[in-house]
């Protein structure tokens, strides 16, 4: 048995087409990001409930909310996604 972890081995190239299926499951450092993303979905409720009530101030409140959720939550989801598969994570056996 090695040393090595799963996320530290490199892509099967004989049986996969799809380099890149599962790699949230490998690579946990999208996780934040996804939760970013679920908190600005909470958020989007939060939103639309308060503008139903004609209530101005939570209605802002609660769209800067969301922009900023869904922003920031895109960037690291992506950012982590193209830091991933150019760092060498996923090289090539030999």
Known sequence: MSDISDTDEGIDQRRTTQPRAGLVFKDRRELPGLAMLLMAALALVGFMSAAAQHDAGWTLGFGIAVLALAIG??????????????????????
Do not use: K, M, S
């Not at 992506?78 to 991933?84: A, E, L, P």
């Open 73 to 94: 939550g895109l960037a690291w989801v992506f950012v982590g996604r193209n830091r991933t598969t150019h760092a060498g994570h996923h090289r090539r056996q030999t």
